[in-house]
């Protein structure tokens, strides 16, 4: 098991809004650590999506949003687009493993 | 330009001592804050946070590896080496580096991974 958990899958029509969960405890996003996000295509490495619970880096469409609240995190797309289908993870800090953790990844299928 | 690559063997066998190699280009691991990491994701399965090294040589290395890892650099080369003992065949998988910042630990910039399969 993850530390971070994160639906295994979630699927939406083109257009429509859809949003991964990321849910950790009082060690890592409830001891107010960043939530980060990242976008994986098949056999590529993954792409940070998300920093800092909120913020995009350059070339992020603005389709992308984050969000944090206690100890849970969400992924936000709208406007779902063919090419959005990928495996998303949450990353944090965990002070009690005094290290990174991921999520167990949420794969995205466009309907 | 942020650039790294894996190096390493594909195949280990079980019980021997892998060793990665990590090399980069376009910053330099005596910036403060400057930070190495490694990943690793099996065929098919989540992503996998293993160690990281910083700038000061601070090093980080995951509770359930910890007994295995040895994470190391060499600023001069930019280069950081990753080593895992006892290689089983549930090791099998792709090992990323990536750069990333103690102030927030994010992993910005990855190397295209390599994979290790561990069998006899």
């Known amino acids: 098991q993850s530390v971070l958990t994160q639906p295994p899958s979630v699927s939406g029509a083109p257009g429509q809004r859809v949003t991964i969960s990321c849910t950790g405890s009082?060690?890592?996003?409830?001891?107010?650590?960043?939530v980060h996000w990242y976008q994986q295509f098949p056999g590529t490495a993954p792409k940070l999506l998300i920093f800092a619970n909120t913020n995009r880096p350059s070339g992020v469409p603005g389709r992308f949003s984050g969000s944090k609240s206690g100890t849970s995190a969400s992924l936000a797309i709208t406007g779902l687009q063919a090419e959005d289908e990928a495996d998303y993870y949450c990353q944090s800090y965990d002070s009690s493993l005094s290290g990174s953790v991921f999520g167990g990844g949420t794969r995205l299928t466009v309907l | 330009q942020i650039t790294l690559k894996e190096s390493g063997p594909p195949l280990v066998k079980p019980t021997q001592t892998l060793t990665l190699t990590c090399t980069f280009s376009?910053?330099?691991?005596?910036?403060?804050?400057?930070?190495v990491g490694w990943i690793r994701q099996p065929p098919g399965k989540a992503l996998e946070w293993l160690a990281v090294?910083?700038?000061?040589?601070?090093?980080r290395i995951s509770p359930s590896l910890k007994s295995r890892v040895t994470i190391t650099k060499d600023t001069s080369k930019n280069q950081v080496v990753l080593t895992l003992t006892d290689m089983d065949p549930v090791d099998t998988a792709t090992y990323y580096c990536?750069?990333?910042?103690?102030?927030?630990?994010?992993?910005?910039?990855w190397g295209q991974g390599t994979l290790v399969t561990v069998s006899s």
């Open positions: 376009g910053f330099s691991l005596t910036t403060g804050g400057v930070g």
């Open positions: 990536a750069y990333s910042r103690l102030e927030v630990r994010h992993f910005l910039y």
């Open positions: 090294i910083y700038w000061d040589d601070d090093k």
């Open positions: 009082s060690s890592n996003l409830g001891a107010g650590y960043d």
